[in-house]
């Protein structure tokens, strides 16, 4: 897979405020601030995603599910932190309270 194949997607806060953007192409995703810095990476596996900040240290993980349209997502302890739902292009991200943070957007 070349470079050009990597699908870009953009992040926003609950506002609708750019956050960010993350890059995903082979199995790796990389995350990256609004101001294009690089801040680490996830790869991906059976529907499991571990993330690591850009020292290499794990902060979490994510599951999807089969159907891929939720993901929970757990701290680097196990402690569940929250979920995204994802419907026709856009994810949004709630916290373990149901409360909504933000959103995807593929660019």
Excluded: L, W
Aim: aromatic letters at 18%; hydrophobic letters at 10%; a positive charge.
């Amino acid at each position: 897979m070349s470079a050009g194949d990597a699908t870009t997607t953009n992040q926003y806060d609950k506002k609708g405020n750019y956050t960010g953007y993350y890059k995903s192409s082979g199995g790796i995703t990389n995350y990256y601030d609004d101001t294009g810095k690089y801040t680490g990476y996830a790869p991906s596996s059976n529907g499991r995603m571990d993330y690591y900040d850009k020292k290499g240290r794990h902060t979490g993980y994510s599951y999807s599910k089969p159907d891929n349209t939720i993901t929970n997502f757990y701290d680097s302890n196990g402690k569940y932190t929250g979920y995204s739902s994802s419907d026709s292009g856009v994810t949004r991200y709630y916290n373990q309270k149901g409360k909504y943070k933000g959103y995807d957007s593929e660019r």
